[in-house]
């Protein structure tokens, strides 16, 4: 009698700490799939932020160059014409923190690519030309292009057309009128 008793107690336990772990590995589960969701939100909202940042200078440096690199002293430039103040690239590189780096690239977790090109204003904003308004100008055109690169050897160094390796894209474009 009483080894029967002690077995259904044993048998209650043992379904109870089943219980118990199941229930633990599934808390286990979402607190880490919290944590990664809430990494990416944090990750996007840099992102978007920076992106921003850069889209706000575009225009209100009406696609300068060497307007924006004052702006952003961390920034790699680069022209695609020496000529051109319009026509190039600035490349911005973050650690894990979202803090901009200055001189070492080692560590580096996060890069965003800002590319920007001259052209004519009636390309650019074709769709005015439906209402019969002419538009004579120019106008800069840029991408911006976020990129996750840790664990990668390199820093992405242009834009790709389809996007697919950013993790958050913005265009934006600046009309600048005709030249003096």
Wanted: hydrophobic share 45%; proline share 2%; aromatic share 10%.
């Amino acid at each position: 009698m009483r080894s029967s008793k002690l077995s259904l107690f044993l048998m209650e336990l043992i379904i109870a700490i089943l219980f118990f772990s199941l229930s633990a590995a599934v808390c286990v589960r979402l607190f880490a799939s919290a944590h990664i969701l809430s990494e990416k939100t944090t990750n996007l909202e840099n992102a978007v932020m920076w992106s921003q940042n850069l889209s706000e200078a575009f225009v209100s440096e009406k696609g300068s160059l060497s307007s924006i690199a004052h702006l952003f002293p961390d920034g790699f430039v680069s022209r695609a014409y020496e000529e051109s103040d319009t026509d190039g690239s600035i490349i911005l590189v973050f650690d894990d923190k979202w803090e901009p780096m200055e001189n070492s690239l080692l560590n580096a977790s996060y890069e965003v690519i800002m590319t920007s090109r001259s052209a004519e204003a009636s390309e650019v904003y074709s769709d005015v030309n439906t209402y019969n308004v002419p538009l004579k100008g120019k106008a800069v055109t840029g991408r911006i292009a976020v990129y996750d690169i840790r664990g990668r050897e390199s820093l992405f160094t242009d834009i790709s057309d389809d996007g697919a390796d950013a993790f958050h894209q913005l265009d934006i474009d600046v009309y600048v009128g005709e030249e003096d």
